[in-house]
């Protein structure tokens, strides 16, 4: 089993940058993406952005060139820096994560969610 930790969520101005985290932990022996999805109210849960083990990156076009994924693999550990945020942007962010466990079977894990509101 996997677990997902999220912090960095909260509260901030038009314009502003905030930096969310999530931590894998447990029987993992290897990850092959890890990823951010948002899902505002009354919406559906989309892609915001993704990494693989190769370190290749994708954006949904509406966040390309303002948040930037990367990840820490030693920490197993992904990371969303957004900037210029927009209350568009408002939304219950998601960590997802899909690996293999050192047991052999694959995992694809999710975070509780942490909360980003773009107001003033």
């Known amino acids: 089993q996997v677990q997902l930790v999220e912090t960095g969520g909260g509260l901030v101005q038009p314009g502003g940058s905030l930096r969310l985290s999530c931590a894998a932990s447990?029987?993992?022996?290897?990850?092959?993406?890890m990823a951010w999805y948002r899902q505002a109210p009354g919406k559906q849960r989309d892609l915001v952005a993704a990494?693989?083990?190769?370190?290749?990156?994708n954006y949904a076009d509406s966040v390309k060139g303002r948040f930037t994924i990367s990840r820490d693999s030693a920490k197993n550990s992904v990371y969303l820096q957004m900037s210029s945020l927009k209350p568009e942007d408002t939304a219950v962010y998601y960590c997802?994560?899909?690996?293999?466990?050192?047991?052999?079977?694959?995992?694809?894990?999710w975070g509780q969610g942490t909360q980003v509101t773009v107001s003033s």
């Open positions: 997802n994560v899909i690996g293999l466990v050192d047991y052999g079977p694959s995992f694809n894990s």
């Open positions: 447990g029987r993992i022996y290897s990850i092959s993406r």
């Open positions: 990494i693989t083990n190769g370190a290749t990156t």
